[in-house]
């Protein structure tokens, strides 16, 4: 009993207040641990920013420069051979501030384009997860969607007209993202709905646009040349099947309503020569896809006959919509007579056994 009264009178003040300040002095150097640690953490993530913060200005940089600049880099041969039909595949059957983009549209696109290129580094060198990442979360549907508003954005401001070679890029790399993306779209089967809405939008737009001098209040177009840029636009989409046999369908609808328009319009208006121009954009649009694309789409086997069929019935309703017109304008159904010669050449190319596949009475009217 006295040895613990003892062991407790040992323990002093002192050795109390020593045991207090050695406890401080750990919990301080943990809660300086702890500042050093957030401090260090805290520059991280500011070097971060401030890197985010620079590629950021890069990039829009880049989109001024490419807005804005009086020529690209590079001459873009996408608009070669605007107006004329492939007479390969005619012989052969096998195929500045002037301007105003959309911004908000312009960085989205352009944002794809740029990740889509970082993710093709030469020589096997790898991309960073980050990139790889960041361009799969678009989906092809969003890439899709992106391209095809940029694409309908551009053909309705003057870039056109004031920067040819800035257009020339632009649509060049548009049209090459919307026919990816619908290849991969349709390579799995999905969104087909969703494709066929998008798609179809776009050609209803591009055609609106090339025949823009076809509404009642569009007395003259001034810019008639920026009609055939547009042509050659639709007419490189179409290359795709899937996107070129709707184009062809939509375009025959619309000369066939065309025509019919014409009956009841006073000849003698000022609106009847554009409506005319418009109707040979169109015919001549037919004729270079059929020209084009026919029978390597036949021969490939990727013709859609339900589709393919009616578009040909929709010819003929757009030649009887025509003849009708023939004592205003004759000319007319010898150019529609042109074009279903050309397409029933095409179609004779192809082997009798892909000829069996279609109706009996598409045969007989191309074959009359």
């Not at 002192?14 to 520059?43: F, G, T």
């Not at 494709?195 to 737009?205: A, H, K, Q, S, T």
């Not at 150019?335 to 000829?355: A, F, H, T």
Request: charged residues 25%; aromatic residues 8%.
């Amino acid at each position: 009993m006295q040895q613990g009264n003892n062991s407790e009178a040992e323990v002093g003040p002192s050795v109390k207040l020593a045991l207090a300040i050695a406890l401080l002095r750990s919990r301080n150097s943990d809660s300086s641990k702890d500042v050093l640690h957030w401090k260090r953490k805290a520059k991280e993530r500011k070097k971060e920013l401030m890197k985010l913060e620079e590629e950021l200005k890069d990039v829009q940089d880049g989109i001024q420069r490419e807005i804005f600049s009086q020529g690209p880099s590079c001459k873009c041969h996408f608009f070669e051979d605007c107006g004329n039909l492939n007479s390969k595949l005619s012989s052969q059957g096998e195929d500045g501030t002037a301007f105003r983009v959309n911004q908000v549209l312009c960085r989205r696109f352009l944002r794809q384009v740029r990740l889509k290129e970082r993710t093709k580094k030469p020589n096997g060198a790898t991309v960073s997860l980050r990139v790889a990442k960041e361009f799969e979360g678009y989906g092809e549907k969003e890439q899709l969607a992106t391209s095809v508003d940029f694409l309908m954005e551009l053909v309705s401001t003057k870039l056109l007209v004031d920067n040819m070679p800035s257009f020339a890029t632009f649509s060049h790399q548009a049209v090459d993202f919307i026919i990816a993306s619908i290849k991969n779209l349709l390579s799995r089967g999905e969104n087909n709905e969703f494709v066929e809405g998008v798609i179809n939008g776009l050609i209803v737009c591009l055609t609106r646009r090339m025949c823009i001098s076809t509404h009642p209040d569009g007395l003259s177009n001034p810019n008639s040349e920026s009609q055939f840029f547009i042509q050659h636009l639709i007419r490189k989409l179409g290359s795709q099947p899937y996107i070129g046999l709707r184009t062809l369908l939509s375009v025959s609808q619309k000369i066939a309503t065309t025509a019919d328009g014409l009956l009841f319009m006073d000849p003698f208006s000022d609106v009847v020569p554009n409506v005319h121009d418009s109707m040979f954009l169109m015919i001549q649009l037919t004729e270079f896809l059929v020209t084009d694309n026919i029978y390597m789409w036949a021969t490939d086997g990727v013709l859609e006959n339900g589709l393919f069929e009616e578009w040909v019935k929709w010819i003929g309703q757009a030649k009887k919509a025509l003849e009708i017109l023939e004592n205003r304008n004759g000319l007319y159904v010898l150019y529609m007579d042109r074009v279903i010669g050309e397409l029933s050449k095409q179609v004779s190319r192809v082997s009798c056994p892909e000829n069996k596949k279609l109706h009996m009475d598409v045969l007989d009217f191309l074959f009359q």
